[in-house]
């Protein structure tokens, strides 16, 4: 098997890796980078006749699944269930316009076959609800991919018994996020969970800026809501995901009775077909018995500052905080820093950081070594030279570069 790392090698977030062999040629994952929007163009696989056999992805998040819609037809592109719904339903919110392109389901542990290649996808811990990790064989030889992961999630405890299964590899090839956050505390969903109910006690109101398709952390907060007698609101696209999930151990409109819905105005402006599709089923969840006694906790996006302004005039805005459960670096963003900014006119003068990675912290690699892998190549890093004082046999590759197992 020949490997090439075509776009991803230095830098995080918008990853791209080639595998092939004489007979096959795959990509794993096809994404956007974090701070563009530009389309990449690959000869076989987003333009000309097609080359390459498969695309595989290992999870929603857009600078690992958000290109899709432009790979060549022909290509089967293959996405766990879970992950291609939420991956719809984002563009379905965001950008309605953007084809649905057709996609093929995969199950964990059930190995697929491209010609000489055999794919196994095993599930993984991470902040993308489903993700998983690749096992690639080809005549008697392994790769593993291990996309994003990390193990103090609700599904860490799968992690070593996963890395047990697989076993040794010939080359792996890993992420290596939190290389460059040295300072970066990584505390369990549990742990946050629990400073999360600490704080609830101090507020009546709670109001919490995350990603909606962060599922763990949802049920973190959720649980801490509940410990501190509040009704749990989430927005319109954060209940379609969790409902669409159909998971009822997470927090969802449909399954829990103190869990309600906020309708956000800038969705009254769409079309029937939207209502109708994702308005209509979650509107009587929509009720004043969320508010009561002023005690709950409400899940918001950068969009709904004339929501919480609605709020504050009908007096439920009364000893309020704002929870922001996000990488440290968004807050640079000018949507996050306006909305920060704008919220305190409306009685919310608190704000308090609150959150954990969703990437494996420098002991989760660490773990990685019982792969006994016989290379290691890292990606989505700033900071390849650092996995070398972590991992065994860590060889530095540059994109485009391509080397044989």
């Not at 007979?23 to 096809?30: E, P, Q, Y």
């Not at 959150?355 to 690699?365: L, M």
């Amino acid at each position: 098997m020949k490997v090439k790392i075509i776009k991803g090698s230095h830098q995080i977030g918008g990853c791209i890796t080639e595998i092939k062999t004489e007979k096959a040629k795959i990509i794993i994952d096809f994404g956007k980078d974090l701070d563009e929007e530009k389309n990449v163009e690959i000869k076989g696989l987003t333009k000309g006749p097609p080359t390459y056999d498969a695309v595989f992805i290992t999870h929603s998040h857009k600078d690992h699944i958000g290109l899709i819609d432009t790979i060549l037809e022909s290509i089967p592109i293959y996405v766990e269930p879970v992950s291609e719904k939420i991956n719809h339903l984002l563009n379905e919110f965001t950008n309605p316009q953007k084809i649905k392109k057709q996609t093929l389901p995969f199950n964990y542990k059930e190995s697929i076959k491209i010609k000489d290649l055999t794919i196994t996808p095993y599930l993984v811990d991470h902040s993308s609800y489903n993700a998983s990790m690749f096992l690639i064989e080809s005549k008697g030889k392994k790769i593993l991919h291990t996309g994003d992961f990390r193990n103090h999630g609700k599904k860490g405890p799968l992690f070593l018994k996963t890395i047990k299964e697989i076993g040794a590899v010939d080359l792996m090839i890993t992420e290596g996020t939190t290389l460059g956050r040295k300072s970066e505390k990584v505390m369990t969903e549990d742990e946050l969970s629990h400073k999360a109910t600490e704080i609830f006690k101090k507020y009546d109101q709670i109001f919490i800026l995350q990603a909606s398709t962060n599922i763990d952390r949802i049920t973190s907060f959720y649980k801490a809501s509940l410990k501190t007698g509040k009704n749990f609101i989430e927005d319109l696209f954060t209940a379609t995901v969790t409902t669409n999930i159909k998971n009822k151990k997470i927090p969802n409109p449909n399954a829990f009775k103190n869990v309600y819905v906020w309708l956000p105005t800038k969705y009254l402006h769409k079309d029937h077909q939207f209502k109708e599709t994702y308005l209509r089923p979650l509107k009587k969840y929509c009720n004043k018995r969320a508010y009561e006694k002023n005690k709950y906790t409400l899940m918001v996006k950068t969009s709904m500052i004339e929501d919480i302004k609605k709020l504050y005039e009908k007096n439920r805005i009364t000893n309020a905080c704002l929870i922001y459960s996000m990488w440290g670096g968004y807050e640079e963003k000018e949507e996050i820093k306006n909305f920060i900014k704008g919220i305190k006119k409306y009685g919310i003068h608190d704000k308090i950081d609150l959150h954990t990675s969703g990437h494996a912290s420098r002991k989760t690699i660490e773990i990685l070594n019982k792969l006994k892998a016989k290379k290691i190549i890292p990606i989505h890093t700033t900071n390849a030279q650092e996995l070398k004082a972590i991992l065994n046999n860590v060889y530095l590759i540059k994109d485009e570069e391509e080397i044989e197992v």
